[in-house]
């Protein structure tokens, strides 16, 4: 198998990136879990994650705390986040822009600046009336028991600090992730 080492940039984080092209995400809301495949196979599964205090499904507006439904990539990865690890997604996609433009939610100009930053690989405005900001992270310093009873962040999916840990040695930008 064969592994390219790259430096990414994204503002203040800078992460070797390892992951492999085959690898993606599925991220089943339901289940609380999330699938490491490659392919089709599921190679790991890391259970018990949380998501959003609104659930999951179609965002509306910034600060619904939902999880969003939807494909994404991983965007930019924050080494030195509050909560670990920070795994920024390409959230709002062009879908969810789509969508949002549909119900008035959004006006053209940001659906157009969206659509603009998928068709040019770089990550979507994340200041829209749709919110952004959505990624997968670990705990940090926050409580263990709180993250093993309660879905706590405000649309992310969070994981221990040890699972955020191990999935960084498995993913990188530009890494798919499908939350169902």
Sequence with gaps: MLRIVLMLY?????LPAWADDDIWLLVDT?????????GEQTIEV??????GR?????????????????????GWVGEKSTFRRF??????SVEDAEKALDHKIIDEYTYNRIV?????SQIPPQNTPLGGQIGIHGLGSADRRVHENFDWTH??????????????????PGTVVKIK
């Design 30 to 38: 339901k289940a609380r879990k999330i699938e490491v495949k490659k």
């Design 46 to 51: 890391l259970d018990k994650i949380a998501i």
């Design 116 to 120: 603009t930053a998928h068709q040019f």
């Design 54 to 74: 609104g659930g999951a499904g179609r965002k509306s507006h910034r600060g619904d705390n939902i999880t969003p439904h939807g494909s994404y990539r991983i």
């Design 10 to 14: 994204c503002g203040l984080c800078v």
């Design 87 to 92: 795994f920024g997604l390409t959230y709002p």
């Design 155 to 172: 649309g992310c999916i969070a994981l221990t600090n040890g699972q955020i840990d191990h999935l960084s040695q498995l993913v990188s």
